[in-house]
């Protein structure tokens, strides 16, 4: 599960208006800037422009400087949230890199309204959304302003059409090697760059026509959309993201300015249209970036996106599924449990196995060291079958309480589902949270020591994270070893937007070392016996094209199935309008025919069970 980051323990607006200012200041990323009035050519003092304060870096130049009488028409106010208004300047000067349009905060509920001819003093800062170390770009803005309405009514400044021909391909310059690779202090080129393009259109009125719906509206009441018909597209209509160097550059954020009491934000899924003008000022949002906040929105249009259906598996395959069910437990309502079951038995079509990952305990995220998980189980099977799906047996280890990460107090981890009718499962005593399991070869074949049972799990690499879980399985008299994982999550890595080009992926280096642990036991198992019949499925939480993956294909131990399918059919999980893969099933070379299927039920839809989709895969073994 990708969440979004804690908002707590950020440094309030104004703190971090200063400390981004200090740290600017700190870097010489301020050096030669201009004063706050320049001199006209009969040496009175000019009043400052909006693209004075805006200039051609994403740092003003005039930041921690008092402005005064800078002077525009009001075309957006927000009075929820980080309250203010925007401004923008109807007179524009003859540099595209210059903003017109700029942010006041107010921090209480503005007085002015849409239209209003203003005038406002105030210090000029740089707002970081999410905290100095988020990485995240900053936003130009006024802060203690003093306001006066000028006029009232006035006609709006032309909105700036985004569109396929104005956003630019390549995605981002890159950052300065000196200052971190910091994008901050380099010359906005937007013509070149599409984050250069997007930030010299800060604060301002723009507009997009009819778009592709490439992310469906969430619970926080916003969507996302590509103003390129055409990039990456799959065939459902998203947008894939294939590649660290292919960006989609043209996707958008859409939020609104009425509060939802006043205007529901509309639902939409991917794949449906935005249709007619939404127009409205371009903010920087925490959480995914460029956000047009519209004024005026347009209507979706639905293009009935579907659930898929996989095929049932034939009399001699073996199905093997891997389902990430999104914090599962009892305490969520039943309706959680019904619709979950009912994808597994009509959508995935009653998998032989099914490994779970974020089953929580029986309590859920309350802290009061139960970790046994039976009851959550007992709700799950039991919805399977009144589902009209098989009586599901299940098997685990129970983690150590708070030693797996995931939601404090959920212990969350990995289940095995099997169909006693049709598959069986080898127990062998002895696993438990800390007992490792081990290979060993039993008449012939390659057998664990315990199963179930946890994979290295006092091996640094699964510290606060889900240890492994390995299971012996036999279908029509073959041994079958499955390992379900849940790797590491993303979360500490800066976002796609970041100021810092190429983006930092923290996060990469413990999933690295989760890669190298599975790949090493599986040679273990292939060591014993080279054909052998091994699956490791699960979140593995990094792409097919990643590190982590071919870490994980090490030595030719394994191959992730995914990559069997058409690339435009490549993706499990949709994150901020990108369509891309998190969840893998990998197999040995002994498994050498496979049918596989990325079952589309819920990453792409705004009525989700969980915001992943379930994993199929069929063979013989």
Do not use: C
Request: negative net charge; glycine residues 10%; aromatic residues 6%.
């Amino acid at each position: 599960m990708r969440s979004r980051p804690a908002v707590t323990g950020s440094l309030p607006r104004s703190a971090a208006v200063a400390a981004v200012v200090a740290t600017a200041l700190a870097g010489g990323l301020l050096a030669g800037s201009a004063s706050a009035a320049d001199t006209s050519t009969d040496g009175t003092a000019a009043a400052t422009r909006i693209h004075d304060i805006q200039g051609t870096t994403r740092i003003s130049p005039l930041a921690g400087k008092q402005v005064t009488g800078v002077e525009g028409i009001v075309t957006g106010v927000r009075t929820y949230g980080s309250r203010g208004f925007w401004m923008q300047d109807p007179e524009t000067d003859d540099d595209a890199a210059t903003s017109e349009g700029v942010f006041v905060f107010t921090s209480s509920v503005p007085t002015v309204a849409v239209g209003d001819a203003v005038s406002v003093s105030g210090l000029v800062g740089e707002y970081v959304p999410g905290g100095l170390n988020s990485g995240n770009q900053s936003v130009t803005q006024i802060s203690k302003p003093k306001v006066t309405v000028l006029s009232s009514g006035n006609e709006l400044p032309e909105a700036v059409q985004v569109d396929e021909y104005s956003v630019p391909a390549e995605y981002a310059p890159q950052g300065d090697a000196a200052a971190a690779n910091s994008i901050n202090g380099l010359t906005l080129e937007p013509g070149t760059y599409a984050l250069d393009y997007y930030e010299s259109l800060e604060g301002m009125n723009v507009r997009i026509g009819t778009s592709r719906v490439v992310g469906a509206t969430d619970p926080y009441a916003e969507l996302w959309v590509t103003v390129k018909g055409w990039e990456h597209n799959t065939p459902r209509g998203g947008t894939l993201y294939n590649s660290y160097e292919s960006q989609n550059t043209g996707r958008l954020q859409i939020q609104q300015l009425a509060p939802l009491a006043q205007q529901p934000f509309p639902v939409a899924n991917v794949g449906d249209r935005l249709t007619g003008t939404t127009e409205g000022p371009l903010d920087f949002n925490q959480f995914g970036g460029y956000t047009l906040v519209a004024r005026t929105l347009g209507t979706v249009q639905s293009k009935n996106l579907q659930r898929e259906r996989t095929a049932p598996q034939k009399q001699g395959e073996l199905a093997v599924a891997t389902y990430n069910v999104e914090n599962l437990d009892p305490t969520d309502p039943q309706d959680k449990f019904d619709a979950l079951a009912k994808g597994v038995v009509e959508n995935l079509s009653s998998p032989d196995v099914v490994a779970l990952e974020e089953i929580q305990d029986d309590n859920g995220a309350k802290n009061d060291g139960t970790v046994s998980a039976g009851e959550t189980l007992r709700k799950f099977t039991d919805a399977i079958k009144a589902a009209g799906g098989p009586a599901y047996e299940w098997r685990s280890i129970e983690p150590e309480n708070l030693k797996d990460g995931g939601e404090p107090g959920g212990n969350i981890r990995q289940v095995f589902l099997f169909n006693p009718a049709r598959v069986s499962f080898t127990d062998r005593d002895g696993g438990n949270a800390t007992t490792p399991t081990g290979v060993v070869r039993e008449a012939g074949h390659a057998a664990l020591t315990h199963s179930p049972g946890r994979i290295d799990p006092a091996n640094p690499a699964w510290q606060d994270s889900r240890k492994p879980l390995a299971g012996e399985f036999v279908f029509r008299g073959r041994t079958v070893i499955v390992i379900a994982n849940h790797f590491s999550s993303k979360g500490g890595d800066e976002g796609l937007t970041s100021s810092h080009q190429p983006v930092p992926r923290s996060s990469e280096t413990k999933r690295h070392l989760q890669a190298e642990a599975v790949n090493s036991f599986v040679k273990d198992v292939l060591a014993v016996q080279p054909n052998a019949n091994v699956i490791a499925l699960g979140d593995i939480n990094d792409f097919e094209f990643s590190e982590t993956a071919q870490k994980l294909e090490d030595g030719g131990a394994l191959y992730s199935a995914i990559k069997s399918l058409p690339r435009a059919e490549r993706y499990s999980y949709v994150y901020q309008g990108n369509a891309q893969v998190l969840d893998q099933i990998l197999t040995s070379p002994g498994i050498k025919k496979f049918s596989y299927d990325s079952v589309h039920i819920n990453a792409e839809f705004a009525d989700q069970n969980s915001d992943h989709d379930p994993q199929v895969l069929r063979f013989i073994p």
